[in-house]
């Protein structure tokens, strides 16, 4: 059973830093692409930054930075680095692991939350 495990969020204040994990296991698929999302209330959900199994990464221009994503080298293991955060970085964050096989798994979200 594949699970991705979200850690890190919190509350902190506006400029800040959290560090944001998430933890996969049951993948046996090789991975594609390892991203980082997030969800402010009443918002669409919105892309934050992703890393392709080279190693290219990408970031949203509201991030770019200030938010760095890395991984473990067995790329079992996500970070998502968050330096000034500001009261729009307040949002669940999900990470999401997509496989050759077609398969795009989802984690639960980390809350984090920037006060003014």
């Known amino acids: 059973q594949v699970q991705l495990r979200e850690s890190g969020g919190g509350l902190v204040q506006s400029g800040g830093s959290l560090r944001l994990s998430c933890v996969a296991s049951?993948?046996?698929?090789?991975?594609?692409?390892m991203s980082w999302y997030r969800q402010a209330p009443g918002k669409q959900r919105e892309m934050v930054a992703f890393?392709?199994?080279?190693?290219?990464?990408t970031y949203a221009e509201a991030v770019k930075g200030r938010f760095t994503i890395s991984r473990d080298k067995d790329a079992k293991t996500l970070y998502l680095q968050m330096n000034n955060l500001n009261p729009d970085d307040t949002a669940d964050y999900y990470c999401?692991?997509?496989?050759?096989?077609?398969?795009?798994?989802w984690g639960k979200g980390t809350l984090v939350t920037v006060s003014p």
């Open positions: 049951g993948i046996t698929d090789v991975v594609k692409i």
């Open positions: 999401t692991f997509a496989v050759f096989g077609g398969m795009n798994y």
């Open positions: 890393m392709l199994g080279v190693g290219t990464t």
